[in-house]
């Protein structure tokens, strides 16, 4: 496995548009989380799955941000009528999490969205 | 609520010279992880160091080391022998319910 991967790795859209990205975790990985990072900022945490479900959500995650996970491999994140406010690079990560532990997450290159 | 703080926007080093990024943070959880990513300009987030509340011992990877000092609730970086490839952003981040809190990051940029 060569580890985390997202695609697209960019997107362009005009406002008003919905976008989709995905996230392929490492394949022995539970848990799943997406990020936010705008420039010159660290990230900011949206969701984390445990396996298919979503444990997890941000108040950042408006009623326009939509997380699944299907099947506990892949995850979507979908952004229905983007706003200019919604450009920033969006990380996928994801962890073994088998018990209660730490456990680093590893990233993906990031999908960097620009909304004109 | 848990935050983590990293006072230096950006710093120059010459190559070759130790370097400390420092992190403090704050949490009211009795067990929590501290972590430590780099991520250069190609944007991809790499893992460098973890550090858990418990272990007694300051951890280390390669030329990376955390000094964990508890009381003062302070995680710094430490770069032994610096490169020319260690220039990127780091970022300080803490787990809290399973979600990484970051810190705003300090840019280094080595000098050759």
């Known amino acids: 496995d060569t580890g985390v991967s997202q695609d697209p790795r960019h997107k362009i859209t005009k406002r008003g548009q919905n976008v989709t990205f995905r996230c392929d975790p490492i394949?022995?990985?539970?848990?799943l989380y997406w990020y936010r990072q705008t420039l010159g900022q660290g990230p900011e945490f949206l969701t984390y799955?445990?396996?298919?479900?979503?444990?997890?959500k941000s108040r950042l995650l408006s009623d326009r941000f939509s997380a699944e996970r299907p099947k506990g491999s892949f995850s979507t994140l979908e952004i229905q009528r983007t706003e200019q406010g919604d450009s920033a690079m969006y990380l996928c990560?994801?962890?073994?999490?088998?018990?209660?532990?730490?456990?680093?997450?590893?990233f993906g290159p990031g999908t960097r969205l620009t909304v004109t | 609520a848990q935050k983590i703080t990293q006072t230096q926007p950006g710093m120059f080093v010459q190559e070759k010279e130790a370097v400390t990024l420092d992190c403090t943070y704050d949490?009211?959880?009795?067990?929590?992880?501290l972590f430590w990513y780099k991520q250069p300009s190609s944007g991809e987030m790499i893992f460098l160091i973890y550090?858990?509340?418990?272990d007694q011992q300051n951890a280390t990877e390669g030329r990376y080391s955390l000094n964990f000092q508890k009381a003062r609730k302070s995680a710094n970086l430490v770069i032994s022998a610096s490169q020319l490839g260690d220039s990127a952003m780091y970022f300080c981040?803490?787990?809290?319910?399973?979600?990484?809190?970051w810190g705003a990051g300090t840019k280094l940029i080595i000098k050759p």
């Open positions: 550090q858990g509340s418990y």
């Open positions: 949490t009211s959880d009795p067990s929590y992880g």
């Open positions: 799955f445990q396996n298919e479900a979503q444990l997890e």
């Open positions: 394949s022995e990985h539970n848990r």
């Open positions: 981040a803490m787990d809290s319910n399973y979600q990484l809190i």
């Open positions: 990560a994801s962890s073994p999490g088998l018990a209660e532990t730490s456990y680093e997450q590893y």
